[in-house]
């Protein structure tokens, strides 16, 4: 009973955090009015940015300081182009956030793999043949015992065992393209 109540201050706690950050995600550096004006007699062409409302977002109010004065100012916030942006950067932290969580226990299961592979290597397959080298693997029997252990693999099937028999399968063919390639002088065609 106390459990459920925990949860649910923990799960009102996340509410109310996210409200307040979704509150204070509306920022100024959330909404703002970029102005793009060519060049213009000698003036050459700048890009302006202000933080500015939506029914501030023109030349007059966004093109600080003003590069021409008089009756030229008319003519060259005509030339000028003026959009109001609006980002939500709780979204974007979010997807950054979703994205890295991904990768980490992405990077986490390659570390367990490979940290793993080891120890289930030398349990299915004994510790006789983690030693064999690349000379050895040339006889005329390079995986007399292979059958055998994969038949034992078989019984307790998962995701690391039919990885192992695809990698079993991969090594038979490439000697096989080795004895033919080297002994036999054949290439495949």
Not at 27 to 54: A, H, M, T, W
Not at 62 to 71: D, L, T
Request: aromatic fraction near 6%; include cysteine; glycine fraction near 6%.
């Amino acid at each position: 009973m106390q459990a459920a109540g925990g949860v649910r201050l923990l799960a009102l706690g996340c509410v109310l955090v996210l409200s307040a950050q979704l509150a204070e995600s509306k920022n100024s550096e959330d909404i703002r009015c970029k102005c793009i004006c060519p060049p213009y007699k000698e003036i050459e062409g700048q890009i302006y940015n202000q933080n500015v409302s939506l029914k501030d977002c023109n030349c007059l109010h966004v093109v600080e300081p003003m590069p021409v004065e008089g009756k030229d100012v008319e003519a060259y916030c005509l030339r000028c182009e003026c959009k109001y942006e609006e980002r939500s950067s709780g979204t974007i932290k979010g997807t950054i956030i979703i994205y890295l969580s991904v990768l980490g226990l992405l990077l986490l299961y390659m570390v367990y793999l490979t940290l793993l592979e080891p120890i289930l290597k030398r349990r299915l397959f004994g510790h006789s043949q983690l030693i064999q080298n690349d000379d050895d693997v040339g006889d005329q029997q390079p995986f007399a015992n292979a059958h055998d252990v994969l038949s034992r693999s078989r019984s307790r099937p998962n995701v690391l065992n039919k990885v192992e028999h695809a990698q079993q399968r991969w090594r038979r063919q490439v000697q096989e393209q080795r004895k033919s390639v080297f002994d036999r002088h054949v290439v495949l065609s």
